[in-house]
């Protein structure tokens, strides 16, 4: 079993690699973001509280989406691997994975760390907005998203560094050059 997570501030392209994985590896997936927007269009409680944090570029709260994930999980137990996408997003979050793996006697084994700098990840989202339908997808917002990644997010890279799970990978290039760095990786493992 390979426990990939896929990190990187949105718009660093974790959702296009993780179809690239998808096809090559055969790997199941799990995107936080793709469930929370899944619950919205079904009208659920989750999806109705998710809403509000979600137009206002905010995370949703730990409880509820490690209670989310769990859930995810359970439903993928014969996967040959799993891509963990746009999770985690806090240290709570990493340590909540790290304790559900234990529990199954495994444990995360890489950290992609997808680093792409902030000009380019705003121009990449506003040109997303365009087609992709997303309320969070505009200027405004996405300066929030930013801003809650480089907040809360991004101390996550240093609990994964501390755990010896952290890879970089240069987030800019073409998507096949992306990918190609990521295989390496996932292959070493
Ligand atoms: P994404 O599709 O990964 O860009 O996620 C879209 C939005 O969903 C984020 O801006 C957050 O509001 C929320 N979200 C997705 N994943 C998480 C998570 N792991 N923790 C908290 N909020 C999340």
Known sequence: MNYLVLFGPPGAGKGTQS????NKYGFAHISTGDVLRAEMKNGTEL????????????LVPDDLIVDMLAKSMDEQKDAKGIIFDGFPRTVAQAKALKQ??????????????????DEELI??????GKTSGRADDNLETIKKRLDTYNNETAPVIDFYEQD????????TGSVEEIFERICQIIDKH
């Open 19 to 22: 179809d690239n994985i998808i």
């Open 47 to 58: 999806g109705k509280t998710a809403k509000g944090y979600i137009e206002a570029g905010k």
């Open 100 to 117: 559900m793996l234990a529990k199954r006697g495994t444990d995360v084994t890489e950290m992609i760390n997808l680093q792409v700098d």
């Open 123 to 128: 121009a990449r989202l506003v040109n997303r």
């Open 164 to 171: 010896g799970k952290l890879c970089n990978v240069k987030g």
